[in-house]
């Protein structure tokens, strides 16, 4: 290469850059580095065992100094290759034998190379020797470098010189053709060269299968006639994720930026956490002897691989049709997990003639399929969809992952808060404006003219009472009092007394009762809350614009729900709904909610919670005031049929303690006595929980005739 500054540092830079690349994505991809070397031809010494002259190693493949990437000795090394004695007469194929020597005795990995990477400008000819004897010596090289599993790869770098320059570089490019060939190289410019490096990495792969299975549509035992078509299934979309970093921990106490030490690992212990015998605490055992648990109440019991496996569900690889959903349907938002393509099997004509129709059937009539699929056997199955698709002129499907009923969550938000009127935006702004100290002519409040009222009226007491120590307190200077009053008086009292006018609030209180018992407090837990002391009366109060009531009447009717933490206060904002009717679908859902909790209950935990729920039930069937017309018709009804479902459910069983609790309880049938829509009179409602005795006939003894004739015989 000729000694010319720029080209050197033009190629020293493309050199740097190729080995932060392939140190880089040898770490990542094999997870060490590939030694790499360095050697400069055309220098002014000599520095190589085979004494190629002007021919100098900056660095070979056994230097340790150049462990898991490029350090910062060896870029500087590169960068610094101008300042070398260029200039002097040496070869590039001297240079290509004394790097090929070095590779040698390096292995590789089967299917791959070594890499010899040649940055030249291609200017200076061979020493000795005719163009045909260099191109028969260039042959004898690439042959040997490509048994030796070499290939040569040359950078060109952008020249222009005299016309016997030119004639070398087009004999030169003839010459390092010929190894290219015997090498399967390649030739590129610096500047794709360097693009090339510069480009993202994308990971050559392979379509690699999924999952290989059938299609089943219809039911075997159900049906005389069933589909069953062979399908491979195969990974659309991947998730792309950021190459993670490893941790290296620092070795010696010198020069910290060269030395690295071992990559650091996370050390596990495993120690009992609550030992029977006092004598375990703190004890470290081995991973194996790890067993998975569940709590009883507050004892653990252990869950054996036995148990786990009677537990675990038992499936089938395959796809299974479920039904058909409109396209339109199926929302992105549903959609969850990578997308899978469904393909018909491979050289097989009839798998392929059924996906063809299926998905002609499908597109025509806007559907998609719902199927249950199961990867491999006694995987966990899921949910999916599966829309028809051509792909690289193939007809397949297009499968994604749906979410189960369980994954689905209603989000109910309440109404948002009404929107301000001119009034009350003229107010507000006028309030920011008052508090903005820079909006006066002279700026108020200016640290080094403003004293502090505090530390003044401090020091005029100190003052006073270090004379005389039973001075009375001095009132305050009317200076300060003028400058505080100054802000609030002038600039924000009237704006202010504006803002609440136009912005009336109310005062609310907590209700503790209500906070305490979603919690399964008891009653004698929950603390009584003070009657608040009147601050207003009603006539002084002014009417607030917004209040609690408006926005609880502004919630959306469909976000109400009976919920099982506190199930009779739901209830009861439910059915007090004025604008609409929700007595019935309240009273399903308070009825669903108190026999999941006692079927729930451990032991009798929610029995008093249950009861009173109930008792809170007929109190409202019978005496709330703000029922509607149609609700005093039948809710008397709805509890009477309440009660009578939850007799036959609970009477008899696991769960009898709980309806003797009831039966205990003054929650028995409403009468006409106390609701005159009732159908059950004062004597049958009392007599409810106390049914009477079934006759039962005494048991019969029947007489074989074969007996008796066997007795006569003896």
């Known amino acids: 290469m000729s000694s010319d500054p720029k080209r050197i540092a033009l190629a020293s830079e493309a050199a740097a850059l190729y080995a932060e690349h392939t140190a880089y994505f040898t770490v990542k991809t094999k997870g060490t580095s590939d030694p790499i070397g360095l050697v400069f031809y055309g220098t002014e010494a000599t520095n190589n065992d085979e004494e190629y ?50 590779l040698v005795g390096m292995k590789c990995k089967k299917g791959s190379k070594k890499q010899m990477v040649l940055f030249t400008d291609m200017a200076t000819m061979l020493e000795e020797g005719t163009f045909e004897d260099n191109s028969e010596l260039a042959e004898q090289c690439g042959t040997g470098y490509a048994g030796q599993e070499i290939s040569l790869k040359v950078v060109t770098i952008p020249s222009k010189g005299t016309p016997e320059q030119e004639e070398a570089k087009r004999q030169n490019k003839q010459l390092l053709q010929i190894i290219v060939d015997s090498t399967e190289g390649e030739f590129a410019t610096v500047e794709s060269f360097v693009a ?53 921990v620092i070795a010696g106490d010198k020069d910290y930026a060269d030395q690295v030490g071992d990559q650091a ?94 998905c002609q059937a499908l597109e025509n009539e806007e559907l998609a399929m719902i199927v249950r699929y199961v990867a491999k056997t006694n995987a966990t199955p899921k949910l999916c969809a599966m829309l028809p698709t051509v792909y ?75 004379s005389d120590p039973e001075a009375a307190l001095p009132e305050c200077d009317a200076a300060i009092l003028a400058a505080i009053s100054s802000f609030e008086g002038a600039l924000v009292a009237k704006a202010l007394v504006a803002f609440k006018e136009c912005h009336p609030t109310e005062r609310t209180f907590e209700n503790i009762e209500k906070k305490r018992s979603a919690f399964g407090l008891d009653d004698d837990e929950v603390p009584v809350a003070s009657e608040p002391k009147k601050v207003k009366t009603e006539d002084e109060a002014p009417t607030a614009e917004v ?8 919630q959306p009717s469909e976000s109400l729900r009976v919920r099982p933490g506190e199930p009779i ?112 009179s004062k004597e049958e409602a009392l007599s409810f929980f106390n049914p009477a005795p079934v006759a039962v006939s005494a048991p019969v003894a029947v007489v074989d005739d074969d007996d008796d004739l066997l007795d006569d015989l003896d």
């Open 547 to 554: 209040t609690m009531d408006s926005l609880m009447a502004s």
């Open 53 to 102: 002259e002007n021919v100098s190693v900056a660095k070979s493949l056994d230097d340790s100094s150049f462990d898991g990437g490029p350090t910062s000795s060896f870029i500087k090394t590169i960068h610094n290759a101008s300042n070398h004695d260029g200039g002097s007469p040496a070869d590039w194929l001297n240079a290509l034998n004394c790097t090929a020597t070095m």
């Open 569 to 680: 206060e739901d209830f009861k904002a439910m059915v007090r709904r004025t604008d609409v009717d929700l007595w019935h679908r309240a009273v399903k859902e308070l009825g669903e909610v108190l026999q999941t909790l006692v079927v729930d209950s451990v032991k009798d935990l929610n029995y008093a919670k249950v009861l009173k729920c109930i008792l809170g039930f007929r109190e409202i069937c019978i005496s709330d005031a703000n029922k509607t017309a149609a609700q005093i018709c039948i809710s008397a009804k709805s509890y009477n049929e309440f009660l009578v479902k939850t007799q036959k459910m609970f009477m008899h069983g696991g769960r009898a303690p709980f309806w003797e609790q009831v039966t205990k309880s003054q929650c028995h049938l409403i009468s006409r006595d106390e609701d005159a829509a009732s159908t059950y």
């Open 196 to 248: 090339s490096l510069r480009a993202p990495y994308i990971k050559k792969v392979n379509q690699v299968t999924l999952c290989r299975t059938s299609l089943t549509c219809g039911d075997a035992d159900l049906v005389k006639g069933f589909l069953q078509v062979n399908v491979w299934v195969y990974g659309m979309t991947v998730e792309a994720k950021f190459p993670s970093l490893k941790k290296s």
């Open 265 to 358: 690992k996370i050390d596990r212990k495993y120690m009992f956490k609550e030992p029977k015998n006092e004598d375990e605490e703190g004890e470290v055992f081995d991973k194996e002897e790890l067993t998975s648990a569940y709590y009883y109440g507050k004892q653990l019991v252990p869950v054996s691989d036995i148990d786990k496996l009677a537990m675990k569900e038992s499936t089938e690889k395959g796809i299974t049709l479920l039904g058909t959903r409109r396209q339109a349907n199926i929302l992105a938002s549903d959609i969850s997990g990578n997308a899978l393509l469904v393909q018909p099997q491979p050289n097989d004509s009839k798998a392929s003639l059924a996906v063809s129709a299926l």
């Open 392 to 466: 690289k002129g193939v007809a397949c499907f297009c499968m994604v992952a749906m979410p189960f009923y369980e994954d689905q969550k209603d989000l109910c938000f309440p109404a948002a808060l009404p929107k301000a009127s001119s009034l009350q935006s003229s107010a507000a702004d006028a309030l920011i404006d008052a508090y903005d100290l820079d909006a006066a002519e002279s700026e108020l409040g200016r640290p080094e003219v403003t004293a502090n009222p505090v530390l003044h009226h401090f020091r005029t007491i100190v003052t006073g009472r270090s």
